[in-house]
């Protein structure tokens, strides 16, 4: 394989767009921002050399030292088109990064002065909010014993009106016995215990008065946190493996690396010259 010539392409071939020079609606200068645009010219080079790399790398076989060398020959030569093309959108990811912080600070300046308004109603809120569910609390209460009270007392006035109608028919009862002379089931009827029968009374449900809703209102919620007392004792599901500090000992003691629970292992892999990827 022949060896590779460089992609002609010199950095510095983008070219500027002007921003619009304030947010419209916001009432925030911002300075104009340049904009990289890649001319057609540009684009086209920059197609060319990555349509010939691609080719040159699914072309490749590296069987030989002279096909090693094309290898690496390829490899930079991807290094220096990736350095030309970063190198075209330098100063304009610059100078947008620097607008963007701009922005971000002033926004945030402004935003930041509406906390201190904002805790203080919250802060009061939450006394209110306490107080409201105490009443509600204390109204619930009062409706269950209402609710309780009612039901007593239709129960007993059902019972008494079953009693009643049981009282009647055993009078009754006797009346007719002694009537045909038979005056000792009468007498047994009148000196025998009222039968009452079970009594289904439909239960009534008393209705709890709450508050009524506040138009506008947002709601009031129970936001649960914690706070680590005793880190020994936190299950191991609960904890995070430190991958950084491992790669630290690894990449320091490579095969003598022992880490429990850690398998250490190695790849080969080819850099540019200088340790670059």
Known sequence: MPRQ???PLTAGAASEA????????????????????????????IESGHSRLLAEAQDLV?????????AWTIVNGIGRLKKMIEADFAGPKTAAHAAHKAVLAQE??????????DQIVRAKLVP????????????????????????????????????????????????????????????????APVEVGPVVV?????????????????????VWNFEIVDPQAIPRQYLTVDES??????????????????RVYSVLEARRTGGRR
Do not use: C
Not at 142 to 160: G, W
Not at 202 to 222: D, I, K, N, Q, Y
């Open 62 to 70: 590296v069987d030989s030292p002279e096909a090693e060398a094309d």
């Open 202 to 222: 439909p239960e009534v449900v008393v209705p709890v008065l709450s508050a009524p809703r506040v138009a506008g209102a947002g709601a009031m919620v129970t």
């Open 245 to 262: 500090a491992i790669r630290k000992v690894v990449q320091a003691l490579k095969e003598q690396a022992n880490i429990p629970g850690v």
């Open 108 to 117: 945030k300046a402004h935003l930041d002065r509406l906390d201190q308004p």
């Open 5 to 7: 010539t460089e992609t």
């Open 128 to 191: 209110w909010e306490q107080e409201k569910r105490r009443l509600q609390a204390e109204a619930e209460r009062k409706a269950r014993e209402e609710t309780d009270r009612v039901n007593a007392d239709l129960r007993d006035q059902a019972e008494k009106k079953e009693r009643a109608a049981a009282e009647e028919r055993q009078l009754a009862a006797a009346q007719a016995a002694e009537a045909v002379g038979d005056t000792a089931k009468a007498e047994e009827l009148l000196n």
């Open 18 to 45: 002007p921003s619009a020079g304030s947010v419209a609606g916001g009432g925030v200068a911002v300075k104009p921002v340049a904009l990289a645009v890649i001319t057609p010219e540009r684009e086209r080079a």
